[in-house]
């Protein structure tokens, strides 16, 4: 597997991966209209007009496997504004990590149509580095061990790297313990949690709490959680979730990736989205959720 962390790259560097702005064959698909009305949206940060700010609009977009050149997404559209909550769900295979590593770069895969504006930019052109920089963060479904790196130098490092972004001075090793240690108490984690190598010898808890830590630290307009709830028993749930919960501000948004209703339940979506064979084919509120626990994926099927 290919290594890599966009929050990391610039000691990792992907670079050498292929230019991921190719367009070839788009294909036009067809895209279902929303089925179910929403009615909570939750705390959506708004002008003065009231109109919602964008932050993620993606349009018909369509993606292959570098390698292989086999098509995965075949036209997401999907539209994030600012403090919303969206949770994409979805067979296995369906292609939600895919959409999600795309979304932040992965040398893995290849752009073969459509497109992704983030903040008024077009994401397609950024390199991943830049992606990271510009406050897209991402929380793998399995995360990377990183051998001889702590993860407080790891996390030191990652955060300045994002500080020199915005014009900010760096933090040496004293003061960004002073800046790290209280943010443990969000996951629960004691300090001797920062001393061990990044990933090395984690339990599933401790690998998905300390990814929230990186996202406490890194801070995100986009935090993209793949599957955080897998392998997590309740008590480590309900932190994980307070943790997102308390990172959430009207400003940023998160795109959540999950399997069950349990998570949904710690963590409210605005909208939900369906995704089957590369494509979102519903979008709802917590009811969506609530039918596909009770009657699977076939109750809401796209087709
Ligand atoms: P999901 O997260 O919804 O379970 P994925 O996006 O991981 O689905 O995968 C969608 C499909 O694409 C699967 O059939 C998977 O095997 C395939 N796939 C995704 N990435 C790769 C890759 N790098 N190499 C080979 N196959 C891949
Ligand atoms: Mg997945």
Same mark, same amino acid.
């Given at each position: 597997m290919a290594l890599f962390t966009p929050s990391f790259s610039f000691k990792?560097?992907?670079?050498?991966?292929? #230019? #991921?702005c190719r367009f070839v064959n788009s294909p036009r698909s067809f895209t279902p209209r929303a089925a179910v009305a929403v009615e909570t949206p939750s705390f959506s940060s708004a002008d003065r007009d009231g109109a919602p700010k964008l932050l993620l609009e993606v349009k018909d977009l369509s993606a292959v496997i570098v390698e292989s050149k086999q098509p995965i997404l075949k036209g997401v559209n999907l539209t994030v504004n600012e403090g919303e909550v969206h949770a994409v769900m979805g067979k296995n295979g369906s292609g939600k990590s895919t959409f999600a590593k795309v979304l932040v770069g992965h040398p893995d895969y290849e752009i073969t149509g459509g497109s992704i504006t983030y903040k008024g930019q077009d994401? *397609? /052109? !950024?390199?991943p580095e830049e992606r990271a920089l510009a406050g897209l963060f991402m929380s793998f479904q399995s995360p990377v061990e990183i051998p001889g790196v702590s993860n407080i130098d790891f996390l030191n490092m990652a955060y300045n790297a994002r500080r020199r972004k915005l014009g900010l001075p760096e933090l040496g090793p004293i003061e960004f313990y002073g800046y790290v240690a209280p943010k443990l108490e969000i996951v629960n !984690?004691? &300090?001797?949690? *920062?001393? #061990?190598?990044?990933? /090395? +010898?984690? %339990?599933g808890g401790e690998r998905k709490r300390n990814e929230i830590l990186q996202l406490a630290v890194l801070g995100a307009e986009l935090a993209i959680l793949d599957e &955080?709830? %897998? +392998? *997590?028993d309740v008590d480590a749930l309900r932190d994980v979730a307070k943790a997102v919960n308390g990172l959430l501000t009207p400003n940023n948004s998160v795109l959540m990736i999950t399997h069950y209703l349990r998570l949904l339940e710690f963590i409210k979506p605005t909208y939900i989205h369906i995704m089957e064979n590369g494509r979102i084919v519903k979008t709802g509120d917590i009811s969506i959720a609530e039918i596909l626990e009770r009657e699977g994926y076939k109750a809401i099927s796209g087709t």
């Open positions: 990792i560097s992907a670079s050498s991966s292929p #230019r #991921r994401l *397609l /052109e !950024m390199e !984690m004691k &300090i001797d949690f *920062l001393n #061990r190598n990044v990933n /090395e +010898g984690f %339990s &955080i709830d %897998s +392998g *997590l």
